[in-house]
């Protein structure tokens, strides 16, 4: 599709679509074969419904709209969308949620310019300045082995890039300078505002992930993309927040693939953890049609497993979902400053770095003070960690020196610093990495500097003399003078990363696909927000993911979607488990966390063993798979043996118990019990140019509670005689999803209320009855007024699921009701609960004014709340297939009435 062509806004009245816009009722339709959007909004006026246009999708991929359904189609709106998806003209309708862009850590992405790095050169300092030589080494394409392809000249040239972000600031020296032919900006638009050139000063987002694919090394830093030689698209979806509407990313994707991207890639995560999420669907199917699709699982890994955002459209089945490794370097944009020692008044001056940290603008930096140390001992661990000495003096004027100990918080110290009228704070350690600090309710202002530098503070004062630290008019500002520098990072770099979300989808595929450097990365950012900044997300490893690709492109002459991700999957790296804290595990992180491992870009590119395999699901007990059948061809030149073996990766709980049914959490419980794996031969020799196939047989782990969920995972290890060692990954469920309650059935996790806005679990008991006023609405009001109990439900969900219903079922009433069946239950109505996808744990409060949602006043009478919850693997018209709630309660009116 040209640009002539591009999808127009639907309607007049939707020109420029805002973020404080509601999305509430924002639905997607894909359109039967053959229709459009015209005949589509015929069909709704004729059935009085009500909508407001957004956008129409027109493309050779998906054909759709989406719209806004408005609070006059219908009281009603899961009726309301089951006839909108009933119209000869609707082949599929979703909700059109709205997520964040990946949400990268680093620092305020919207018009935080301290959290920068200066876009002038360096200024001279006496601290080392963050240089590169002019060969390849930064430490991120060291460790994915770009260094080894770039050092070939191998760069992806020819090779078109289409990024769907915030779009970017392509006036950026180090990305061109330019956009639209002939510059490494080449292509795309703005969706977001409906504009040709997708340019972004505010937001920072894709500015950032385009300098990751594709920065030019004519800048300050030497900062080079890990393919620098690609041409670049960019479909700007996204304002100056992170919100990205699902329609707009739709667009961006669909456009990408129709301008002739070979890859495309996205960092935005939506909610679906479903491969049926229409976003996931569009890009499986530009998959299925030769293009490279790569995603971001998303920034939710403290959620630990079955995470309940951010699923799509890495979900999607061939869209390579990237998992997100620490860079075993940390680049550090630091504030500088001067101190002296001796006397304010000396002459001799020294820099140092330090990060800015708590702010308080009634406390100022600016001036000289004296450092006063809490402690002469820079081994501390537990520094300030209680009351100071009653002869400590008032340390208002002081710049207070204190360790960070591993025995209290430092919002701990910082009490007890301030009960001595601390204001001004110095954080020094326990390593050379620095980060921010929260002083909160302590009136003071804190900054941090590497532990090397708090320790030579140390032994001067022990000496005998006095430090003094200067601070100028600036350092409170965006123009004050600020040096990069890279500090080693043992403890967690090159691990997967402990915010990197995990796997599996529900539908169990092996997700995530496999792993890119993502924290701590130094990129390109906006000009008018500081030109360079470093964030951390699998935002960052996504770009770095599809930089990847492009190289293999070139090196191996091959577009081809499935079998660069076989490759790059049997070369990667698995790691050990790392908690983000101090433990690494000796057992491999599991699958679900890492994938394949880190990619490996030289490996991929000369590798001559190609696997028929990416991954393994075993799926769960239900649907165990037995055996699986592998490919090996051997395309070297000489015979190649291989050594069969496997190695089991961690095996973790997803749930704590099965009494409270409450997810664990990151890092989840471990299991002891592992996958057993046979071989029906431990070695095979395939000749030169041949392929032979594997068979290999799996067994479950045995002995572990299957209530829980436990995954487990390994990799299938192929080392051969020629040095090339493989492995495949492979993941799995010791239970049974299906039999996993969806609605959390204790006490603490769904129970009646009285007052949806204030009760804690366990609610109230069943039966119990409930005194309302002859409603007038449906919906309840926001306070409850004293002497009223509103009949209500908390309904606390455990997992993901495509359909969840919430019906009131008449069980002993006063008069008639028609009732209406729905699945086995003559239900009086249904209340507003869900339209489509949970995607896990969600907590939802639904009232019950009396006022079904049609307008209809029920009798006085005994009811029930009914639940119904469709089972993982389950099948929506079966009613087998639902799990059942029922919560029995009275309603009386204050006023007697009947409907």
Known sequence: MNVDNRPRLASADAIVIKEADARIRSYIVELSDGQDATAFYADLAAYHIVVTPRYNLTYALFTGCSFDLQETASANVQSTINNIATLPTVKQIWPSVRPTTDNPSGGNTRRKRASSVANAAPKTTSLPQARQAANDTWATHVMAQVDRLRAQGITGKGVKVGLVDSGVDFKHPALGGCFGPGCLISYGRDFYENKTEPYDNCNGHGTHVAGILAAQSNNPYRLTGVAPGVTVGMYRVTGCTQSVDLDLAIMGINQAYEDGSDIISISSGFGARWSEDPIAVVMERIVDKGVICVAATGNVGRQGLFPTTDGSPAVGRGVAAIASVVNTVVPQNLTVSAYTVGSADNATTEDFAWQVGYRNSSIPWVGTYQVYATSRDSNVTDDACAPLPADTPDLGNYVVLVRLGTACRYEDQSQNLGAKNAQRIMFYGPSEITRGTDLFPVQAVAGVTPQSQGEEWIDIMKSGHDVFLHFPATVDSNTANRTLIFSPNPLTGGYVSPNSAWGLPFELDVKPTFSAPGANILSTWPLDLGGYSVQSGTSMATPFAAGVYALLI???????????????????????????????????????????????????????????????????????????????????????????????????????????????????????????????????????????????????????????????????????????????????????????????????????????????????????????????????????????TIPGIHVGTTLGTEMVRLLVVPLEINGTLPTTDILGYKAAGELPFSTGYIDGRVDVDVGFTGMLPDGTIIPEGRYEFRILALRIFGRRDKVKDYQSLGYPFNIRYITKGTA
């Open 554 to 788: 070139e090196a191996r002459k091959t577009k081809d979607p499935a079998t660069l991700q076989r490759i790059l999957s049997s070369v990667a790296k698995p790691n050990l488990f790392n908690d983000g804290r101090t433990a690494t595990s000796n057992r491999l992180a599991p699958v679900a966390q890492q994938g394949a491992g880190l990619i490996q870009a030289f490996d991929a590119a000369t590798v001559t063993t190609l696997l028929g395999i990416g991954s393994i699901s075993f799926n769960d007990t239900d649907h165990f798979v037995s055996e699986v059948s592998i490919s090996i061809t051997n395309t070297g030149s000489a015979d190649q043996t291989y050594q069969l073996g496997y190695v089991n990766t961690l095996t973790m709980y997803t749930f704590e118990d099965t009494t409270d049914w409450f997810l664990a959490g990151f890092p989840n419980p471990v299991a002891e019990g592992y996958a057993s794996l046979t071989f029906p031969v431990p070695t095979v020799t395939v000749p030169a140019g041949a392929s032979l196939n594997v068979t290999v047989r799996a067994s479950p782990p045995a002995g572990l509670d299957s209530g829980r969920l436990p995954v487990y995972g390994g990799y299938i290890t192929l080392n051969s005689t020629s040095g090339e060692n493989l492995s495949i990954p492979y993941a799995g469920v010791a239970g049974s999803m299906y039999d996993t309650p969806i609605v959390n059935p204790s006490p603490r996790g769904t129970y009646l209320e009285r007052d949806i806005h204030n009760d804690i679990p366990p609610g109230v008991p069943a039966n119990s009855t409930f005194t309302v006023p002859v409603p007038s609405s449906p919906t309840p009001p926001e306070e409850i007024p004293p002497g009223v």
